[in-house]
């Protein structure tokens, strides 16, 4: 049974903001239909897309762009429409859109970046982070060789997945496999988390919340807040912030193969879990 399709037992779950980045709109590889369901699942009194939303360089290369990606930017404006306060800061990927940094589209507001004050009474820095990687600085060429990269080992691990979703295993990244293994991509995680928490602090923040490595985190840094929302095609992770000003990331895939050894423990219980959190 798709999980798109299943009904869900419970409201959808409020918080008082959700950080969400790195979706890649334009790619056979956004995991849209995940982001749906997310998206379904909760509400928000803030919600913060934190660049590369649409995969211009990938457009730019082949068009692709099916119903379900259409539905999330439609999903996006619902929830703008129905009050909630919805920020969009560009990232590389799509970084187009900068040409309207500061303008209004219709109900969302386009940012270079974002002070978000938590209840907890800290400043977190809101910014995609692609200015303190060096490649995509000063070798654009070699980012996008680098994307291009990317996007065979995510068609490898497509294929790697679909033989574990038949033993039902759940799903496992090749890239992220990668980065953790091989030394000069830790060393490059480690210098982009430096950089970002050098200027989270030179701009009186006590925190940052930031995209672009694909690597979700939550951890302090010299006493900075170190806050990564992860992506939507690899880890499908978000960040969220409870009422009580204490934050989470959500590991979607997690929560769903959670809901779906539950379906199969409880046959007979109709509907699905939402995600802890």
Request: charged share 25%.
């Amino acid at each position: 049974m798709p999980l798109s399709t299943m009904p869900m037992r419970s409201p959808p779950r409020h918080y008082r903001a959700i950080f969400i980045s790195d979706i890649h709109l334009g790619t056979k590889r956004s995991q849209t239909d995940a982001l749906l369901d997310f998206l379904r699942a909760t509400e928000s009194d803030q919600l913060y897309i934190v660049g590369d939303f649409i995969d211009n360089w990938s457009l730019r290369k082949q068009w692709f762009w099916d119903q379900s990606h259409n539905d999330v930017i439609q999903k996006l404006l619902r929830k703008a429409r129905k009050g909630t306060k919805l920020v969009y800061i560009p990232g590389n990927h799509d970084e187009n859109f900068r040409n309207f940094v500061n303008l209004r589209m219709g109900r969302v507001a386009v940012l270079e970046e974002a002070v978000h004050l938590g209840a907890n009474g800290k400043r977190y820095l809101i910014l995609h982070g692609d200015k303190f990687d060096g490649v995509v600085r000063f070798a654009p060429w070699l980012a996008h060789l680098g994307d291009t990269a990317y996007e065979v080992s995510m068609a490898l691990n497509s294929s790697v997945n679909r033989v574990r979703r038949f033993f039902r295993l759940p799903y496992w990244s090749l890239s992220q496999y990668l980065k953790y293994r091989v030394k000069k991509a830790v060393e490059f995680i480690s210098h982009f988390e430096d950089a970002v928490v050098r200027e989270a602090r030179k701009r009186n923040c006590q925190g940052v919340i930031c995209g672009h490595i694909h690597t979700p985190d939550d951890r302090y840094i010299d006493g900075i807040h170190y806050l990564n929302d992860g992506d939507w095609v690899e880890s499908c992770t978000a960040l969220v912030e409870h009422k009580d000003g204490t934050f989470e990331i959500i590991d979607w895939n997690k929560a769903m193969q959670q809901e779906l050894e539950d379906v199969y423990a409880h046959p007979d219980r109709d509907g699905r879990l939402v995600a802890a959190g």
